[in-house]
């Protein structure tokens, strides 16, 4: 492979890894923006959604590469319904460990979410089991560019890779348009702004933030069925690196800014990639780190972010 073939390797590898990071970040993002908290216990929603779209899977007995309509099918009821109930587990997180604690010093919140976090992974690994899982390959993965396109080369652009993304960045779009455009997502900005200001107005907070938290949820769960559907493998600590990696993305965009949680998972997408091919897999958390650290010395709030109004 030439220097240039791996040069554009690596740039489609970036693409896919920084469209599901993305799609994790916007979770991050969106919470912390809304109550202030790390919610670290997303990464491992990321990771339930991987282990119930394979329950799903297996309930309807689908364990071969499908085609046509019925790949159709399964992926339009497959991926909603997962969506649907990490969302739900998601908002329960929050009812259940969060909202009590809302008037609670914030360290109180911080280590309760990372005590949801291996809550989570235990029951999965209690679930699944703690081994390594095969998930069903049931996305056909055809080298596009030698079985398609019949081009002599040693570039490798899958059927696979054109899914992941073609299917995250819509959803990333779309929440963004939610946000600007709609009720909800005028009530979501007005709370982050200010949340004594919009209760003046009639913003009713708790609806805004169990909004927040469902649909984070249903995006990590989305990202959860997408990667397995991609790598056909994972198990109950997958969550712990793929959410480490977004919560990275998500303060490198700038923490609160869905922009910048976007900008942010693409960003770590490339460095992680460039770092396994130019330099070595075993420095690429130093080298995404130290980008991250030297990024914030220069400017705390992120690329994208913005220093929050002092309250007088």
């Not at 740039?11 to 599901?20: A, F, R, V």
């Not at 099918?73 to 929050?94: R, S």
Request: charged share 10%; no cysteine; aromatic share 10%.
């Amino acid at each position: 492979m030439t220097a240039t073939e791996i040069l554009i390797q690596q740039t489609l590898n970036g693409l896919t890894i920084g469209s599901y990071l993305a799609l994790i970040a916007l979770g991050y993002t969106m919470v912390y923006g809304i109550i202030q908290l790390i919610n670290f216990a997303h990464g491992d929603v990321f990771m339930w959604g991987f282990f119930i779209s394979l329950t799903f899977l297996q309930l309807l007995g689908k364990a071969h590469p499908l085609t046509g309509w019925e790949l159709v099918w399964v992926l339009l009821l497959v991926i909603p319904a997962t969506m649907l109930v990490t969302g739900l587990m998601n908002l329960a997180i929050d009812r259940v460990a969060y909202k009590p604690l809302r008037n609670a010093p914030r360290l109180a919140p911080l280590i309760t979410a990372v005590g949801m976090s291996f809550v989570l992974e235990n029951l999965a690994a209690n679930w699944k089991g703690p081994t390594q899982i095969r998930f069903p390959e049931v996305f056909p993965a055809v080298n596009i560019l030698r079985d398609v396109f019949h081009q002599d080369t040693l570039l490798l652009l899958t059927t696979k890779d054109i899914f992941l993304i073609a299917f995250t960045v819509p959803l990333m779009i779309a929440l963004v348009l939610l946000v600007q455009r709609t009720k909800i997502g005028r009530a979501m900005r007005a709370v982050a702004q200010d949340r004594e200001a919009a209760a003046a107005v009639g913003v009713d907070i708790e609806r805004v933030i169990m909004s927040t938290f469902f649909i984070g949820g249903a995006l990590a769960g989305a990202a959860g069925a997408v990667v397995g559907i991609y790598l056909n493998s994972g198990r109950y600590l997958m969550g712990f690196d793929a959410g480490l990696k977004a919560f990275t993305a998500a303060v490198l965009g700038g923490i609160g800014n869905i922009t910048g949680a976007v900008l942010g998972g693409f960003l770590i997408g490339f460095l992680s990639a460039f770092s396994d091919q130019y330099l070595s897999s075993e420095w690429t958390r130093a080298t995404v780190f130290g980008i991250l650290i030297l990024v914030l010395v220069f400017k705390p709030t992120g690329l994208l972010g913005e220093k929050p109004p002092e309250k007088y």
